[in-house]
């Protein structure tokens, strides 16, 4: 690495400035990429004028958001949703990433809401970035503090939340003639699976990552259950079952069926593809086979998510009591044990049971001008904006920091 005329400043390998410099003690280290010397020695300037100040008077140093969401990024890299925070911030980064922490507020995010919105992308999703912006001005604002003690923000602003009332998706409980519909449709491994879904209530990567370690015999009752981990792993590895408790998936007669059917096809996982040497885990459900088939039965509203809600559905349909039903679904119950007798789990399995007793009723659906639009070639685009990048292999790319320490070094000039 080249020293340059100024100390603290070097060129590396591939020409881009580096700065390194021990200020009163205190390391000053950034990485600022493809920038001319003037310019890396204006930042560093700047930052050695902010620590003096910092030092003598307790002036705060400013920031700007791409140090702040790096910072927030090291930090937060255990949470279960990470790297969709990783792609929220990717996509706030032209719009406010060279911005000073205390300029960030709603004037400043609208440009980037306008453009999210002509690229036809939800209020939800815009509403979950925003929601990473404001718990990221949060911390820096009562968690974050310099080596003077001075926090990063004076004060976080408010800010305003897109109303997703009318345009979030409402859930769509199936009904029979309509599960005939589209199941029929699913390639023989996805039907397995949405089967499988749509008698215990597991949510999609509870039924993907089903692990045949997780099964527990319960020979009183000449059946099994399974029991999903908390921390089982999911999307990104770093999720599990929702509610953070251990689950217990009782299975009614037709799950049964599903799990012997998939018996002996793969050593780990229960559900597996259906061709191939040696046979791969289906890593999603919402995948090609399932959005060709809900096109082609006309339900394009349907979520794989909306197999846990007809199942629920069909649970208050039979009349089986709230808590057993918070049981079956996976819900937090209030309940201090997750140990379960051979009685009770007989109980259990004559209520899953009772939604294939349950005659088929009328289903109310009360439409709205949502409904009517939902799921259009827009929500695609939205899933494609928002969805992790994969490699070949299909796992997802790895070091979402990436992104940031690439993000427009001379913008922080």
């Not at 690495?1 to 580096?18: A, H, L, P, Q, W």
């Not at 004076?154 to 769509?172: C, F, G, H, N, V």
């Not at 997750?338 to 009685?343: E, Q, R, W």
Request: charged residues 30%; aromatic residues 6%; hydrophobic residues 35%.
């Amino acid at each position: 690495m080249g020293r340059s005329r100024t100390s603290g400043i070097f060129t590396d390998e591939d020409g881009n400035k580096v700065v390194n410099k021990v200020y009163h003690g205190r390391r000053i280290f950034r990485r600022l990429g493809a920038v001319t010397q003037e310019e890396a020695e204006q930042w560093l300037a700047r930052q050695t004028e902010e620590r003096r100040k910092a030092r003598e008077f307790g002036t705060r140093p400013e920031r700007n958001f791409a140090d702040a969401a790096e910072k927030y990024l090291i930090e937060r890299a255990h949470k279960a949703s990470i790297d969709t925070d990783a792609l929220h911030i990717t996509a706030l980064l032209p719009f406010i990433g060279k911005r000073m922490l205390r300029q960030i507020h709603d004037a400043t995010l609208e440009p980037f809401k306008a453009r999210r919105r002509r690229d036809g992308v939800s209020e939800t999703t815009i509403k979950r970035a925003l929601e990473v912006v404001r718990c990221i001005l949060n911390l820096a604002a009562r968690s974050w503090r310099d080596e003077h003690g001075l926090t990063w923000l004076e004060t976080a602003p408010l800010i305003t939340m897109p109303d997703t009332r009318r345009t979030a998706r409402k859930p769509y409980p199936l009904s029979w003639d309509e599960q005939r519909r589209l199941f029929a449709l699913l390639p023989g491994s996805v039907a397995q699976m949405a089967l499988f879904a749509v008698n215990t209530g597991c949510r999609e990567q509870e039924v993907c990552q089903l692990r045949w370690e997780w099964e527990v015999p319960v020979p009183e009752l000449q059946t099994s259950v399974f029991v999903i981990p908390a921390e089982f792993g999911g999307r990104s590895g770093r999720s599990g079952v929702k509610n953070r408790e251990d689950r217990v998936v009782v299975l009614n007669d037709v799950a049964k069926r599903v799990i012997d059917a998939q018996r002996g096809l793969h050593r780990e996982f229960v559900f597996v593809a259906s061709k191939g040497k040696p046979r791969k885990p289906i890593r999603y459900m919402n995948n090609t086979a399932w959005q060709t088939a809900r096109k082609k039965a006309g339900l394009l509203q349907v979520r794989v998510h909306d197999l846990k809600h007809t199942f629920g559905r069909r649970l208050r349909t039979a009349g089986v009591p709230l808590e057993t039903r918070k049981v079956l679904l996976g819900h937090k119950t209030g309940d201090i044990t997750s140990h379960y007798s051979a009685p009770e789990l007989a109980e259990l399995i004559r209520a899953a049971n009772a939604v294939l007793k349950a005659q088929e009723s009328t289903l109310l659906r009360v439409v709205t001008k949502q409904d009517q639009v939902v799921y259009r070639e827009k929500s695609r685009k939205s899933r494609a904006t928002v969805a992790p990048k994969q490699n070949g292999s299909g796992e997802l790319t790895p070091n979402p920091l990436n992104e940031l320490r690439n993000f427009g070094a001379p913008g922080r000039i």
